[in-house]
Antibody, heavy 122, light 107 residues
Framework: EVQLVESGGGLVQPGGSLRLSCAASGFTFSDHYMDWVRQAPGKGLEWVGRGRNKTKSYTAEYAASVKGRFTISRDDSKNSLYLQMNSLKTEDTAVYFC?????????????WGQGTLVTVSS | DIQMTQSPSTLSASVGDRVTIACRASQSISSWLAWYQQKPGQAPKLLIYKASSLESGVPSRFSGSGSGTEFTLTITSLQPDDFAAYYCQQYDSYPLTFGGGTKVEIK
């Protein structure tokens, strides 16, 4: 059974940093691209970014709203995905989901974790 | 960036109704469109990918159609478990983008 479990959320002050983790199980993690998607309270879904696999040199893509502040990384030996968030703003307050990309030329997010809440507030 | 526009934003319907949700892309995305269902406090669930392919385990009352810029999610015979929010997403090009969502409410 595919499982994705996010952790690391919490309360942080504006300008601060936080690192989210996503522990994966039930599939060959190293084969898949992995995404982060967020949802502000009462709002819709916003794609944050994608971390590619080793075959694609672990490169990443980001939404413009987080580019230069957030970094996606992964440790295939630990079946884990990370999101390093720096220079946090109040508008980064959201539930952050990790999602698995399907094995395809155009990966779709086929499994999602339950999310972890990040609150940016003074 | 490709903008995704969903309509309506809210839809009131009864059990047994046929429901249609529209999604429009600001430029052609071929068939690289997904539909997700999200219930309060839960993660999104993939329903449809590549515009019309039903994800494994999803009931056949859900179907998707369209290509290019115009897409539709249809639920035939709405069930109590279907009252939720629905989002379209384009995955043709980066950044991936979602529609604003459609909340299906009980009439």
């Amino acid at each position: 059974e595919v499982q994705l479990v996010e952790s690391g959320g919490g309360l942080v002050q504006p300008g601060g940093s936080l690192r989210l983790s996503c522990a994966a199980s039930g599939f060959t993690f190293s084969d898949h691209y992995m995404d982060w998607v967020r949802q502000a309270p009462g709002k819709g879904l916003e794609w944050v970014g994608r971390g590619r696999n080793k075959t694609k040199s672990y490169t990443a893509e980001y939404a413009a709203s987080v580019k230069g502040r957030f970094t996606i990384s992964r440790d295939d030996s630990k079946n884990s995905l990370y999101l390093q968030m720096n220079s946090l703003k109040t508008e980064d307050t959201a539930v952050y989901f990790c999602a698995r990309g399907s094995i395809a030329a155009h990966p779709v997010e086929d499994y999602w974790g339950q999310g972890t809440l990040v609150t940016v507030s003074s | 960036d490709i903008q995704m526009t969903q309509s309506p934003s809210t839809l009131s319907a009864s059990v047994g109704d046929r429901v249609t949700i529209a999604c429009r892309a600001s430029q052609s995305i071929s068939s690289w469109l997904a539909w997700y269902q999200q219930k309060p406090g839960q993660a999104p669930k993939l329903l449809i990918y590549k515009a019309s392919s039903l994800e494994s385990g999803v009931p056949s009352r859900f179907s998707g159609s369209g290509s290019g810029t115009e897409f539709t999610l249809t639920i035939t015979s709405l069930q109590p478990d279907d009252f939720a929010a629905y989002y379209c997403q384009q995955y043709d090009s980066y950044p991936l983008t979602f529609g604003g969502g459609t909340k299906v409410e009980i009439k």
